[in-house]
């Protein structure tokens, strides 16, 4: 059975990287180091070895015996599928399941690095092909909370570039004109919604960054910002939200 990269019982820790069509492979062991960049000759994987932008020595991946760690030894920075950075000197604690990694300049070309880490295997939980699909949980939402956090999240829905949220006067001229809308203000959707990230902050399963202390200055759209995509991930909020906006998906 292959399993994020890895054939038949792997024990948990084990690593494997996978850049192009090389493949490499590391069980967990103290003082272990897995090295990939641009010559061969002094890495265990090759990654863009016709690409200058990647340094020989591009990054390390180091275990203490249980747990591995990303460490950028190139120049350029590591960029994850997030937008996130590893900073040339700077390191990345690594996550069960699969890590894809972006290496080299993006004005040039970029080269994929997968990593994966094997977890624990959970005994008696056997999926396969024809099992049920499960998805995440969902945030509860009220009528209202929806209502507004469909009104300042609309460009996510749209899948818009580099979306951000509208303003509060935009999200309460929209939810006014849309179908059976009433009279909303910018300061009703505002208190809403920041009543919403107090709520979701906290509980069951607290969603980080909704709150002014958790975030750095200057924090403009930054709370909205998450508390969007959190809502997104979980699939609370989906494309066809946009028809209480009197949107159809992909309109």
């Given at each position: 059975?292959?399993?994020n990269?890895?054939?038949g ?12 069509d ?9 003082d272990?180091?897995v ?10 994987i ?7 932008y990647?340094?020989r020595?591009q990054?390390?991946?180091v ?11 190139g120049?350029?920075?590591i960029?994850?599928v ?19 990694l972006?290496?080299?300049?993006p004005?040039?070309?970029?080269h994929?690095v ?11 939980t ?10 995440p949980d969902?945030?509860e939402?009220?009528?209202t909370?929806?209502?507004?956090v469909?009104?300042?999240g ?6 818009d ?9 935009q999200?309460?001229d ?5 179908p059976?809308?009433?009279?909303w203000?910018?300061?009703?959707v505002e ?13 069951r399963?607290?969603i980080?960054?909704l ?8 924090v403009g ?31």
């Open positions: 059975m292959v399993f990269g890895f054939e019982a792997t024990p948990p820790g084990t690593i494997l990287v996978v850049a192009e090389r493949r490499y492979r590391k069980l967990p062991r103290a272990y180091e090295l990939f960049g641009r010559s061969e000759d002094d890495v265990h090759a990654v863009g070895i016709d690409d200058p990647v340094s020595k990054g390390m991946l275990c203490d015996g249980q747990e591995w760690r990303l460490r950028n030894i120049r350029l920075p960029r994850l997030d937008e996130s950075m590893v900073l040339a000197g700077h390191e990345l604690a690594l996550k069960t399941g699969c890590t894809p972006l290496v080299g300049a004005v040039h070309r970029v994929l997968e990593i994966h880490v094997a977890g624990f295997s959970r005994h008696g056997q999926i396969g092909p024809d099992s049920l699909t499960r998805y969902e945030y939402l009220s009528e909370e929806r209502l507004a469909v009104a300042i609309q460009r996510y829905l749209r899948q570039p580099s979306p951000k949220p509208v303003s509060w006067a999200a309460a929209d939810l006014t004109h849309a059976g809308g009433r009279k203000t910018g300061r009703a208190h809403i919604v920041a009543d919403l990230r107090q709520r979701l902050s906290k509980g399963a607290p980080f960054g709150v002014r202390e958790e975030v750095q200055e200057p759209n930054t709370l909205n910002h998450n508390l969007i995509t959190a809502l997104l991930a979980s699939a609370t909020l989906t494309p066809q939200d946009l028809a209480l906006l009197g949107e159809d998906e992909g309109e």
